[in-house]
């Protein structure tokens, strides 16, 4: 495959930081029709060489953060799956994997996952506030940290947790669209890395990468800035970094 068809996505420059939360960079795959999902999961749309730009955008990242429905479908940790790669990270100070991180406002979370069972990185839980306590004190028993959100502005409240508490200065949001959704509707999103897939999935609903309880009026949509765009003839896949115009 030619160089100039794969992004190193190893070698990021990104802005610095606000200075009371993380800059936070989403990561999604859709097909050409804006579908992000065939039979519940990603699976189908993308190709080894996206898995791996996936991986590659970890190494910039403090912490991996998903929504609760994404670890319940597809499992989730903040793995490399490449020495390589946590080479590098290492390399820069950082260690050798992120945080994997996961909102979820029932805390109802499957405990044989990755996410929990993983020893070679650090996990930290995110639930809402009326979060049973059997199912916190079942999450705690995984050696995981929980922290309880607040009532209101929980999404603030977190990346402001992660910046000071956690000392994150970058996150990597990667997924489903409802937390995605959750992050744009609060402003919180600077960049988005999108890869087409080649298909067409169809459907009547089928989710798309960013879900949100509104349809915004037509001077309120979300602006963007595209950074690259970079087409991969071997794979038909196309990878896309845009900036959020705040």
Known sequence: MPDDAKPDYTALAFPDPPPDRPYVYVNMIM???????????????????DQRLMRELRV???????????LRTSGTSSRLGDPELGNIRTARGKSEAPIAA??????????????????????VVYVGVEAP?????????????????PASDSVS?????????????????????????????????????????PCIVGGNGTL???YTSHDPARD?????????????????EIYLRYRIQH
């Open 31 to 49: 097909s050409t029709d804006g579908k992000v999902v065939i039979e519940g999961n990603e699976q189908g749309l993308g190709s080894p060489i």
């Open 60 to 70: 910039s990242a403090d912490v991996v953060l998903n929504g609760a429905s994404t």
């Open 102 to 123: 996961v909102m979820s406002g029932s805390a109802n979370l499957p405990l044989d996952t990755l996410f929990f069972t993983g020893t070679d990185f650090q996990s």
């Open 133 to 149: 306590q059997d199912r916190i004190d079942a999450i705690r028993t995984t050696g995981r940290d929980v922290i309880q959100l």
């Open 157 to 197: 409240w977190m990346l402001r947790h992660m910046r000071t508490e956690l000392g994150a200065k970058y996150v990597l949001l990667e997924g489903g669209p409802t937390i995605n959704g959750q992050f744009l509707d609060s402003g919180f999103v600077d960049e988005y890395f999108l890869t087409i897939g």
């Open 208 to 210: 798309t990468s960013f």
């Open 220 to 236: 309120a949509v979300t602006q963007l800035n595209l950074i690259s765009a970079i087409p991969n003839p071997t794979t038909s």
